[in-house]
């Protein structure tokens, strides 16, 4: 309870509307499969074709092996915040969620959907453990730690020298006046020059990455969290750039149309050049892709910007483990359950068999993922670090934005984008 109202009510109250209703007239059937005092249910989002999805499961099955402990997984992948609510308010909700905090997830522990966890950092002997940075990100403004950080993000953009090679292009580009004249050496040869999925989240972390060459980090939480890209000179600047870079040809043709699967793809069949992905992503690349691949950041703006590198997107908002107000009654099978998930022996499975970045300290690198390695071993003085926005962009405008940042990889101008991205903010 929280000053006497419930939980459940308070969640409600946020979440009435069309959606939560349907579906809790079918609430029974998203139930862990087992449950009981003596079993904890786990609702996962690290599941089918997630990095780690096998991993995580071998992990849970060896813990209930060991220990005679009793772990029920129920698992679900994009969907899993709205059936996580959907089955909080009927009560029936899992002890644990393992899930990214982004969107309506942000929201979770001030609405009482989970429980603030700052308090078990220490008697669980966990605070020693996790990557600082990972500890602030996930603490909100109120002072409390929505969940433990357990995977974390590392968006870098890979370029296969092999092909930029073959369109005589000797060094990898650094700045825009150079990734310009690289995709037209590329398109010379018939090579695709950036792949990315203009049609969906992917092309509209490039595009915000993009911006983000010609705002602070101050700039870019005002602009992020308001929509109002007309407000600041810099981020309208930053647009410009993307228009610029587009009409280059520096993105492949008909990019608005492609997916982030269809971009791996691209790159992964050599049609592509260049592509911006998260590591996550990177370990699905081929051993022989990858062994002509450098990975590397975005190319700065020539003129104009204030990165002092090629930028990539860093953050730690990955997989967290949060507790319900079920998990509550079950602190004794959760303590163990999660310590286990950051002990060494299973923070190096998950770097090592799947190429996961996670947020506990440990100095293992992926042998068998090289462009993941790559990318952790990237420095400040190769690097600049931009914010990955989904921690401040409203979860009611991700797809309105998106639609947004489709058209801006067609032909729209500046003016049109912009107006199409603010309006993606007061639609919602």
Not at 246 to 268: I, K
Not at 274 to 296: D, H, K, N, Q
Not at 387 to 402: K, Q, R, S, T, Y
């Amino acid at each position: 309870m929280t000053h006497g109202i419930s939980r459940r009510t308070l969640l409600g109250a946020a979440l009435s509307g069309g959606i939560i209703t349907p579906l809790l007239a079918s609430c029974g059937a998203l139930v862990p499969a087992s449950s009981g005092a003596h079993t904890l249910s786990v609702h996962t989002q690290i599941s089918g074709a997630v990095a780690g999805a096998q991993t995580f499961s071998d992990v849970v099955a060896a813990y209930q092996r060991d220990t005679a402990r009793r772990v029920a997984l129920l698992k679900n992948g994009s969907d899993l915040p709205i059936v996580f609510e959907t089955s909080t308010l009927a009560g029936k909700e899992a002890d644990v969620a393992i899930v990214n905090m982004m969107g309506r997830t942000l929201a979770w522990t001030r609405l009482g959907a989970t429980v603030p966890v700052q308090d078990f950092l220490d008697d669980w002997g966990l605070r020693d453990l996790i990557i600082p940075g990972a500890l602030t990100e996930w603490t909100d403004e109120d002072g409390r730690l929505r969940a433990f950080p357990f995977t974390r993000t590392n968006w870098p953009v890979s370029f296969n020298t092999a092909l930029l090679e073959e369109a005589g292009v000797g060094e990898i580009p650094t700045t825009s006046d150079e990734l310009i004249a690289a995709a037209e050496a590329l398109r010379a040869k018939g090579i695709g020059p950036v792949t990315v999925g203009g049609s969906d989240w992917s092309g509209q972390k490039m595009f915000l990455q993009i911006i983000q060459g010609f705002i602070t980090e101050a700039e870019a939480r005002t602009v992020f969290s308001t929509g109002r890209i007309s407000e600041s000179p810099g981020a309208i600047a930053g647009v410009e750039h993307f228009v610029e870079l587009r009409d280059a040809g520096v993105f492949v043709d008909n990019v608005q149309g492609y997916t982030s699967d269809s971009e791996l793809t691209q790159f992964n069949t050599r049609k592509a050049a260049i592509v911006p992905a998260m590591s996550s992503a990177l370990a699905l690349v081929p051993a022989e892709r990858a062994a002509e691949v450098t990975v590397g950041g975005w190319p700065r703006p020539s003129s104009g910007g204030v990165l002092e590198h090629p930028s990539v997107i860093q953050s730690y908002n990955g997989h967290g483990i949060w507790i319900s107000e079920n998990g509550m009654k079950k602190l004794d099978l959760i303590k163990p359950f999660v310590q286990h998930l950051y002990s060494p022996e299973v923070t190096d499975r998950f770097i090592l068999e799947s190429g996961r970045d996670m947020s506990r300290i440990t100095d293992t690198l992926s042998t068998d993922f090289p462009l993941v390695a790559q990318a952790s071993r990237l420095r400040d003085s190769e690097v600049s670090a931009v914010m990955l926005p989904d921690l401040l962009i409203p979860e009611a405008v991700f797809e309105p934005m998106i639609q947004a940042t489709a058209l801006a990889y067609g032909t729209a101008s500046a003016e049109r984008i912009i107006d199409a991205f603010e309006k993606s903010y007061q639609a919602a």
